[in-house]
């Protein structure tokens, strides 16, 4: 074979290895795309988190676009990144993040609509690029959700609750009560209709239902108002006539000793694996007591309000909240305690529930219908149950000796729960007891009140149509005492006729 044909006969083979090559590099797969945001657009700012790795090369190429009806709106381009921020999270990976200002996509119109990020990448030494398109769905909101109040007559006390019924729309708006920078999420009121009679119409979709609180120490001038914000971030605030009312919380200076600390502090310690502390002298006695009543209350105060998540969308209860029978009160909502060791003031803390105590070891039953969402030991408060009465709504029960239930379990209103103790930060047998409003506790004494709850939570349902009037607890009716009459004067004795003076003799 000649010299020319043997070149040729290579050169048709490089050739077609050039071009299967060529081929096969064709095939290779694009970056790795992964979209976090936006899931949709609203009215304001567009968010962008866009992850894209290179699989070992070079990226070439990345753009996001949004598309709608055959129209395309540029939200991205690599060529031209912006104010667009570049994380390198691998040798070969970036994270993008960028907020497009409101109005940036001009011309976008309510409905839906398609993201796409293309992104491509070298191949075979950068003669090919392989491309990736990942898409993702998008609805597109540019009207803020619209929210009214429905009920009427809140009034609210400084340390307590109230409740407000109103209508939001769209139906997925997540929305609820804003007290100054504390949010109170509201329930579709569905939740308090309970069963409903045969025949009757269903709850209006829009409705909702909201539990709050004007907190012991918030401002009694403190900003109340409806807020809603849809699934694109369009947000929306409605104002709602209310009273807020003034209270006086009691102070008392509290002695403390060492035999008090040598009691509380080891157990507590002992079921706290991350407090770790040393309690061999007195001196380490009142440090650790200082970390229990400071830190560890503090930590036990946000797992209770991490308990407020697990709620139930139902209203589980119906009626007053039952106190514990026969039992004296040893200390009120939001006493201002001044804890004195040695005739020293050592520290000062606010207690936040009702000291209730009866008989050593005295039954300890549910306030009211609902679900224990914690059953154990809880720091400062011992033995501990928290039951979820739904809505947001939850009670505390602390100091426990025992407890009889189980996370999980349903127990009805006066059912046993567990015994009075000592348990925790206790000085003595007695029962801690608190409602408690998306975790945060409120005075318990309006939930005992049926006038309160006649009031202030069913009057507003059956006004709203969503409870029967038939459902609603009924306030008892006070009959005033019966006015004593006035004893009967007695009838005065005619005056004797007056003797005639005898006539003079002339």
């Known amino acids: ?184 999420p509201g329930y579709p009121a569905a939740g308090a209709a309970g069963s409903l009679a045969p025949g009757a119409p269903p709850v209006d979709p829009a409705l909702r239902v909201a539990f709050f609180a004007l907190l012991h120490d918030d401002d009694i001038s403190t900003r109340v108002r409806l807020v809603a914000r849809d699934p694109a971030g369009n ?116 207690h936040l529930g009702a000291d209730l105590a009866s008989t050593r070891g005295a039954a300890i039953t549910a306030s009211n219908t609902g679900h224990v969402v914690f059953a154990g030991f809880l720091g400062i408060y011992g033995n501990c149950v928290v039951l979820d009465h739904g809505m947001g709504v939850q009670s505390l029960y602390a100091h426990l000796s025992s407890v009889t239930v189980e996370a999980g379990d349903r127990i009805n209103r006066r059912e046993t729960i567990g015994r009075s103790g000592d348990t925790g930060l206790a000085g003595g047998d007695h029962l801690h007891f608190t409602m408690l409003v998306a975790g945060r506790p409120v005075n318990p004494i309006e939930w005992w009140d049926p006038h309160w709850i006649a009031d202030r939570v069913d009057r507003k349902l059956v006004e709203a149509g969503i409870m029967s009037a038939s459902a609603a607890t009924k306030a008892p009716v006070v009959t005033p005492p019966a006015k004593k009459k006035a004893p009967a004067r007695a009838k005065a004795k005619p005056a004797a006729p007056k003797k005639k003076a005898p006539a003079k003799k002339r």
Request: charged share 25%; net charge positive; no cysteine.
């Open 1 to 184: 074979m000649s010299f020319k044909a043997v070149a040729a006969a290579a050169l048709a083979l490089l050739l077609a290895g050039a071009i299967v090559l060529y081929y096969y590099a064709g095939q290779e797969p694009g970056p790795l795309v992964k979209i976090e945001k936006p899931a949709a657009i609203g009215g304001g700012p567009v968010p962008l988190d866009v992850t894209v790795d290179s699989v070992g090369t070079t990226l070439r190429r990345l753009e996001v676009s949004v598309e709608q009806q055959g129209r395309v709106f540029t939200l991205f381009s690599l060529d031209a990144p912006g104010e667009a921020r570049f994380v390198q999270e691998t040798a070969h990976r970036i994270r993008v993040t960028q907020e497009s200002p409101a109005g940036a996509l001009t011309g976008l119109r309510d409905g839906s609509a398609r993201l796409v990020v293309t992104a491509s990448r070298d191949v075979l030494y950068g003669i090919r690029r392989a491309e990736a398109v990942e898409t993702r769905e998008l609805a597109v909101r540019l009207t803020p959700p619209k929210l009214a109040i429905v009920s009427m007559h809140h009034y609210v006390n400084l340390g307590g609750a109230e409740m407000v019924v109103y209508r939001v729309t769209p139906a997925d708006a997540a929305s609820g009560v804003q007290v100054g920078n504390r949010y109170y």
């Open 235 to 350: 947000a929306a605030s409605a104002e709602f006539a209310y009273r807020a009312f003034p209270a006086e919380f009691a102070r008392r200076r509290l002695p403390v000793t060492d035999a008090f600390f040598k009691r509380v502090v080891p157990p507590i310690l002992e079921a706290t694996p991350a407090l770790t502390l040393p309690v061999g002298t007195p001196e380490e006695r009142l440090e650790a007591f200082l970390r229990i009543n400071g830190d560890l209350r503090r930590a036990n105060q946000a797992q209770i309000e991490d308990l407020a998540r697990v709620t139930s969308p139902e209203m589980l209860w119906r009626g007053t909240f039952a106190r514990m029978g026969r039992a004296k009160s040893e200390a009120l909502f939001a006493d201002h305690r001044t804890y004195v060791f040695e005739g020293r003031d050592i520290d000062q803390q606010v």
